[in-house]
């Protein structure tokens, strides 16, 4: 079995509540979402109407057979989280 990982970096989300960090379980895995150390300073410019960074998105999978069948299959997951 082999792994992988895969990142993003969220633009202007701002989630009521503005957790530091959550955990979302899909068929791949467990994503994680964590506030950018930032997020404050962000918040300001998205408020001016700038673009920011505020959330970073993780996941790190295990596999068998093709890499980039799994890797699709978790970027799929994106559209609808």
């Known amino acids: 079995m082999d792994n992988f990982y895969i990142g993003h970096r969220l633009t202007?989300?701002?989630?009521?509540?503005e957790p530091d960090?959550?955990?979302i379980?899909?068929?791949?895995?467990?994503?994680?979402l964590r506030k950018d150390a930032?997020?404050?300073?962000?918040?300001?410019?998205i408020v001016e109407g700038k673009i920011a960074e505020t959330y970073k998105?993780?996941?790190s999978c295990s596999y068998t057979g093709s890499r980039a069948a799994a890797m699709d299959a978790?970027?799929?997951?994106l559209i609808p989280l």
Do not use: M
């Open 12 to 17: 202007n989300l701002i989630i009521p509540g």
């Open 21 to 23: 960090a959550l955990t």
């Open 25 to 32: 379980t899909t068929p791949a895995g467990s994503w994680e």
């Open 38 to 45: 930032r997020y404050e300073e962000y918040k300001r410019a």
């Open 57 to 59: 998105l993780e996941i």
């Open 74 to 77: 978790c970027d799929y997951e």
